[in-house]
């Protein structure tokens, strides 16, 4: 069992930046691939980056290369989402997940069996 906890949203006017935390309490965190998902009402959790255990590979979704960074510290149980050059439309909910997936990098939300509470990002134009 994990336990994942986000922090970090919030309210950013239009080129701005956040920072969004990912803490994992329970099992061994580095024995897991994660990732951030956002998802609209309605609509299906989408991958907007995605990390491997060592931390070494990282994945990107194409609207968000070059802006957002997912990283994470194995000795701290946390992972983390740099988040810059805020667009009104990455104003989502946005989801940590743990993956139990031995692929290095898990980019789909039904391979994810842990995630946190959410935590909302809202980019004002």
């Known amino acids: 069992q994990v336990q994942l906890i986000e922090s970090g949203g919030g309210l950013v006017q239009t080129g701005g930046s956040l920072r969004l935390s990912c803490a994992a309490s329970g099992r061994t965190f580095s024995g897991y691939a994660m990732g951030w998902f956002r998802q609209a009402p309605g609509k299906e959790r989408e991958c907007v980056a995605a990390i491997d255990r060592s931390g070494g590979n990282t994945y990107y979704t194409d609207s968000v290369k070059g802006r957002f960074t997912i990283s994470r510290d194995n000795a701290k149980n946390t992972m983390f989402l740099q988040m810059n050059s805020l667009k009104p439309e990455d104003s989502f909910v946005y989801y940590c997940?743990?993956?139990?997936?031995?692929?290095?990098?898990?980019?789909?939300?039904?391979?994810?069996?842990?995630w946190g509470q959410g935590t909302q990002v809202t980019v004002s134009s």
């Open positions: 997940g743990a993956s139990a997936v031995t692929r290095l990098l898990v980019l789909k939300a039904n391979e994810y069996s842990y």
